[in-house]
């Protein structure tokens, strides 16, 4: 069912950009139909049976209905082209639209962890029927392909959002399959099992809705670039004649699709401005060209001399002898006063702070030679660990 949908609904030939808002409604469409149907089977049947942990459930599956909703409409306005006022387009509409679904699903997990609890405290026996059975059975099986499919689209277009949707019909597996369980135990025991049941359930929602907030809020926020893409970026640029290294690597996410990359490469110091510019140019075309992302990259001559190599040498040691994981770049000495300059890039977990990591690498330098004027600047690592 979920390739016959996929294939009848997202065309192989399609672009990129169709492909991705073509699978956000996909996602949306069919999760708020499931959704409501489930809604409609479980509270009926939840005020039948006066079963808080199935009424609990059903608001569960509500919640989910009005994710798919915000899911769709998020997709939807994020395939909106780039305009004046957003000229890096709208596709941060969709993390956006995560981060309310997330916010929507703890804010239920209070409101039923509260009545389960009052449940447990004033307990009233639950009616057990074989079409209660029936239909949680059900809605395990629909939840559970729900998290196939929207875990082959979030693939199949790398999106967050969908991604948290497909974790969230799993938790909404493992929750239905306790209200099962406390429906079943409820008709041979009077112990207080769906209170019981329905404050699981509502832990397994919190659950959910607090890792679903930490997935959408990152891009907001701001992540390091993913380390294969930046060693694959790395890499086509070292290939280029003349590229003597690369650092300070930042990746700009303005939503899917649309990214920008900003990094310094290192050249040779005789080389002329037109040709590193140059450089520069060709090497973002083919960034653009392999990976579909805009590149801006700034140009750092390099001296190659006794005593550029000298110095490095130094800070290197200097470096590793604080912290294995430290490094440097943009070393520049000024030969007649002795002045050095050097970037160094710390680990976010040193235990030092960035203060006295440079004066402990700044008095190791000096103990090798006194002569130096050592001026630091702490910079830190742009790349996912």
Same mark, same amino acid.
């Given at each position: 069912m979920s390739e016959l949908l996929i294939k009848l609904f997202?065309? %192989?030939d399609a672009a990129e950009k169709e492909k991705h808002s073509r699978c956000g409604i996909l996602s949306g469409v069919v999760g708020i139909i499931l959704n409501v149907l489930l809604v409609a089977g479980k509270l009926t049947l939840g005020i039948i049976t006066g079963s808080v942990a199935m009424i609990a459930d059903a608001v569960n599956n509500l919640s989910d209905a009005a994710s798919s909703a915000i899911t769709l409409v998020g997709f939807k306005l994020a395939s909106q082209k780039p305009d004046k006022e957003h000229p890096f387009g709208h596709g941060r509409i969709?993390? *956006?639209?995560? +981060?309310? *679904? %997330?916010?929507?699903?703890? @804010?239920? &997990?209070?409101?039923?962890?509260? %009545? %389960? /609890?009052? $449940?447990?405290?004033?307990?009233?026996?639950? !009616?057990?029927t074989y079409?209660?059975?029936?239909? #949680? /059975?059900?809605?395990?099986?629909?939840?559970?392909?729900?998290?196939? @499919?929207?875990?082959r689209l979030a693939k199949l277009i790398n999106s967050s959002a969908l991604k948290a949707t497909s974790t969230d019909s799993l938790y909404d597996v493992f929750a239905t399959t306790v209200v099962l369980a406390s429906l079943i135990g409820g008709k041979y025991t009077d112990f207080p099992i769906d209170g019981v049941a329905g404050l699981i359930v509502a832990i397994f929602i919190l659950k959910a809705g607090i890792g679903a907030v930490k997935s959408t809020q990152a891009p907001l926020l701001g992540k390091p670039i993913a380390k294969e893409l930046a060693e694959k970026i790395d890499n086509l640029a070292l290939e280029h004649e003349n590229i003597l290294g690369v650092h300070d690597l930042i990746y700009h996410d303005y939503g899917p699709d649309r990214a920008i990359v900003s990094f310094h490469i290192e050249v040779p110091c005789d080389m002329t401005l037109v040709d590193a510019h140059s450089l520069a140019d060709h090497i973002e075309r083919e960034i653009k060209e392999k990976f579909g992302i805009e590149a801006v990259i700034h140009a750092d001559p390099v001296v190659i001399d006794g005593l550029?190599?000298? *110095? =490095?040498?130094?800070?290197? =040691?200097?470096? $590793?002898? /604080?912290?294995? =994981?430290?490094?440097?770049?943009? +070393? !520049?000495? /000024?030969?007649?006063? $002795?002045?050095?300059?050097?970037?160094?890039? #710390?680990?976010?977990?040193?235990?030092?702070? &960035?203060? $006295?990591?440079?004066?402990?690498?700044?008095?190791?330098? +000096? =103990?090798?030679?006194?002569?130096?004027?050592?001026?630091?600047?702490v910079d830190y690592p742009f790349i996912e660990s």
């Open positions: 997202i065309p %192989s969709e993390y *956006v639209t995560g +981060l309310i *679904v %997330s916010v929507l699903i703890i @804010f239920m &997990a209070f409101e039923l962890g509260y %009545s %389960s /609890v009052e $449940k447990i405290i004033t307990p009233e026996k639950t !009616q057990f079409v209660a059975v029936g239909i #949680l /059975v059900a809605a395990i099986l629909v939840k559970f392909w729900l998290f196939y @499919f929207n875990l550029t190599e000298y *110095v =490095r040498a130094i800070a290197e =040691r200097a470096c $590793k002898a /604080v912290d294995g =994981r430290i490094e440097i770049h943009d +070393l !520049q000495c /000024v030969e007649d006063e $002795k002045k050095v300059y050097f970037d160094m890039i #710390l680990p976010f977990d040193l235990k030092l702070t &960035a203060e $006295k990591a440079k004066n402990k690498v700044k008095e190791i330098m +000096l =103990r090798e030679d006194n002569t130096l004027d050592v001026n630091i600047t």
